[in-house]
């Protein structure tokens, strides 16, 4: 029984390295981008089955795309690395329920959009202490939840400053039964 685990033990650590290592690489990113246009419901759409692979039977993912959101210029691998950390954090701790992802646009003048995807769980929730914490690097809402959800603690601080790059923010509000990521 033993080595037929091998193969899937092996898979998992192999997949938790590449993503601490791509976590690693994106955190040390300096202002490096490589923006084009992009479609945003187009590229949302496109993560989606990849994010639903890792979500349980009791979780559902909807997206909630603004029919308006058209094509900006942006750099489309740091988004996928936003939306990938944030909903990923949102998928892991959903048990049971759901994780939406919002997208809407909004011009505050011609030359610049604004981009504003509201990824919002049905999850265990945070306190203050926790929020407080939240985007520090190699930081878990409390060190059980490392040990029981797994992480490297650089997903939220790594979209932080990715989002920042481009000229954004990252934010948490906790809402009475969900949380809001922004």
């Known amino acids: 029984q033993a080595i037929a685990a091998a193969p ?3 898979t998992n650590v192999v997949e938790r390295a590449t993503l601490l290592t791509t976590q ?4 040390g990113r300096r202002g490096q981008m490589s923006p084009r246009v992009l479609d945003l419901n187009e590229a949302t759409t496109a993560l989606a089955p990849m994010l639903r692979r890792l979500i349980g039977e009791q ?3 909807v ?3 603004d029919d308006d959101s058209g094509r900006v210029r942006v750099d489309a691998g740091q988004l996928d690395q936003i939306l990938v950390n944030l909903v990923g954090n949102a998928i892991k701790f959903t048990e049971s329920g759901e994780v939406t992802i919002g997208l809407s646009m909004t011009d505050s003048d011609p030359a610049h959009t604004r981009l504003n995807f509201h990824i919002t769980d049905t999850g ?3 306190d203050a202490p926790q929020v407080a914490r939240l985007f520090q690097p190699f930081t878990q809402a409390e060190s059980s939840t490392t040990r029981r959800f797994g992480g490297t603690g650089l997903g939220l601080a790594i979209s932080r400053r990715l989002a920042n790059l ?3 923010e990252a934010e948490v509000r906790v809402l009475p039964g969900a949380n809001r990521v922004r």
């Open 8 to 10: 899937a033990a092996i």
């Open 166 to 168: 481009l000229g954004g």
């Open 63 to 65: 997206l909630a795309l």
């Open 59 to 61: 979780v559902h993912l």
């Open 124 to 126: 265990i929730g945070m």
């Open 24 to 27: 690693l690489l994106a955190f």
